[in-house]
């Protein structure tokens, strides 16, 4: 409708893809249950950001996204409350492996983003683990077999722990890329290939980047279905 088309305006923001929802310009609209909204009013956030506000409804009614934007545009809770709500209508045993899974290029980012799910998805019992190289694998494999919901990884890291045999994917239905284009920049490709590999196809795949080169509409064409893809400013 024309609210809709004027607040991508009004955000430089541009939808391209299949059925395309209206954003959720406030928190209400939102729909979310009544713990994470007082953790969003807690936080001191007064509306989703624009990329929030287009791409929770995407995520929510299950289609794959490919979400280019600048690093600061709250991409983490874009894909992050969400993946509680599928999470919840899922109802798995977290001891058989995650429900949700989010690759990360750097330790740094993953254990932030780890931060964040335990920050906002606390109050709804979401569970979550960070699992990143430059660290005993220990305590790492008791978080996973004591069981959780979430698990952030960089794809060095996993990719070990699953030649371990010490993780299951056959449960992942939430697929996140963070970060693609630089996770291609650090050469994690073969990994991140190996890894989807044992995440069943009937997933919904989620890729956030900052800029979209080649090889990144390379790995996009290959690992998503029928994307709605959000534009943020001035990428093509
Ligand atoms: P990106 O991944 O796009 O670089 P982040 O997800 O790291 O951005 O978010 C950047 C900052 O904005 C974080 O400190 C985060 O807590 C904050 N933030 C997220 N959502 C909102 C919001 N709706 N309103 C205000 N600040 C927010
Ligand atoms: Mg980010």
């Known amino acids: 409708g024309l609210s809709a088309d004027s607040y991508r305006h009004r955000h430089d ?25 007082r953790e969003v009013y807690q936080a001191g956030f007064s509306a989703p950001t624009p990329i929030q506000a287009q791409s929770w409804p995407i995520a929510l009614q299950g289609s794959d996204v490919v979400a280019i934007a600048k690093t600061g545009s709250g991409k983490t809770l874009g894909y992050l409350i969400p993946g509680f709500t599928h999470i919840k209508q899922r109802c798995n045993n977290p001891k058989l492996g995650p429900t949700v899974l989010v690759l990360s290029p750097t330790r740094e980012l993953a254990t932030q983003i780890q931060d964040e799910a335990v920050k906002f998805g606390k109050s709804s019992k979401i569970s979550c683990t960070c699992l990143y190289g430059g660290a005993p694998k220990g305590p790492q494999l008791r978080d996973v077999d004591r069981g959780v919901d979430i698990v952030v990884a960089t794809p060095g890291r996993l990719n070990d ?37 044992e995440v069943p196809t009937s997933r919904q795949t989620l890729m956030y980047t900052a800029t979209w080169p080649k090889e990144v509409r390379k790995i996009a064409a290959d690992l998503l279905v029928r994307p709605v893809q959000i534009n943020m400013g001035n990428v093509d």
């Open 161 to 197: 722990i699953l030649e371990m045999r010490r993780i299951s994917l056959r449960q992942v239905s939430y697929l996140v890329l963070d970060e693609a284009d630089r996770m291609l920049d650090m050469g994690f490709e073969p990994q991140i290939r190996k890894i989807v590999k």
């Open 13 to 37: 923001i541009t939808v391209t893809g299949d059925n395309v929802p209206q954003p959720f310009t406030s928190f209400e609209a939102t729909g979310f249950p009544s713990e994470i909204l």
